[in-house]
């Protein structure tokens, strides 16, 4: 079974190869606010795949991957999209795809694009689950993050509105419905507070989130603990040991590359800021340490310099 999907996925990936994810395409589907439309990564698991680029008006906000699974007894969802209209597009995308009924919702922590179209789903009555520190994100932050969104996205914000999680979970959250075993987990401190995967493990595919980038250049917030990052994955995420990886940006890829850009560009960054901080340099000139392996990723220019920056500030005070 695992070598019928892995050829499929592997089919998947040469068709994605043929229009790579790229922050200069601002919509490739004009016909839905999605940026994309949903494909199927392995049999029941799709994914709308969003820009590499930051958040805009031509791309509403569909920048991370909007994820679904079609169980054979309902349809669970991974990330209640940035905006309501963005939520109300997927939907009918999986209308489009089963007559299942979606019955769960995940948020793969309290940004935005993981957020904000949660009110839609809500008024279909479905269940919204997200780890305690994504619910306290958004309670204490979801006022600012809806303004934002609001500045670039205009008319298609429209019906948008703040609701949180209706339930938390600290550790895991495991769901068996029809064909799968869905296991939602919290691993430890990585990009954002309460930032979890999906792991399927009858299927060795992770939906990693913000755990794992490859496409695009991660960014590091004033609150993202690059070691603790990096220990995260040392210790739990890679020892899923996962054959398949929609990760939360860019196109559904392997272990191999998402630890390439992800896990190794951390230990990468920080080698240059510590020896940096070793030779007695300051702040100014940390930002500007090279980090010319990753200049090829998207969102590198918006990026590289805050996250030298703000690894110097961290590793200042270790």
Do not use: C
Not at 195 to 218: C, K, N, T, Y
Not at 299 to 316: D, I, P, S
């Amino acid at each position: 079974m695992k070598q019928v999907l892995l050829t499929a996925f592997t089919a998947a990936l040469l068709a994605a190869g043929a229009a790579q994810a790229s922050e200069d395409i601002a919509d490739k589907y004009p016909g839905s606010l999605l940026y994309d439309k949903p494909w199927e990564v392995i049999p029941g698991v799709f994914s709308a795949i969003g820009a590499t680029a930051p958040p805009t008006y031509e791309n509403a906000g569909h920048n991370n991957n909007l994820s679904f699974i079609v169980t054979g007894d309902g349809v669970v969802v991974i990330n209640g999209g940035a905006a309501y209209g963005l939520a109300r597009a997927l939907h009918d995308e999986i209308k489009a795809v089963t007559d299942q009924p979606v019955k769960l919702v995940f948020n793969e922590n309290g940004q935005g694009h993981a957020a904000l179209g949660n009110n839609y789903w809500a008024e279909q009555g479905v269940p919204i689950v997200a780890h305690v520190d994504a619910a306290h994100e958004v309670e204490s932050f979801g006022g600012s993050i809806l303004e934002a969104m609001q500045r670039y996205n205009r008319d298609q914000a429209e019906g948008t509105e703040i609701q949180g999680p209706t339930e938390t979970f600290e550790e895991d959250y495991i769901v068996e419905m029809g064909d799968f075993r869905i296991e939602a987990r919290y691993l430890g401190p990585a990009h954002s507070p309460g930032d979890i995967v999906i792991w399927l493990p009858e299927q060795s595919l992770v939906i990693s989130g913000d755990m794992a980038f490859h496409e695009r250049m991660l960014p590091i917030f004033p609150d993202t603990m690059t070691a603790d990052w990096i220990e995260t994955w040392d210790t739990a995420f890679e020892p899923l040991g996962a054959t398949y990886v929609i990760p939360g940006h860019g196109h559904p890829t392997n272990m191999a590359q998402v630890r390439r850009y992800t896990r190794d560009y951390l230990i990468y960054l920080r080698e240059k800021i510590g020896a940096h901080l070793d030779a007695g340099g300051g702040l100014a000139e940390a930002y500007y340490v090279d980090q010319s392996p990753y200049e090829h990723l998207d969102t590198f220019e918006e990026l590289a310099t805050k996250n030298a920056g703000r690894v110097y500030e961290q590793m200042e005070f270790e």
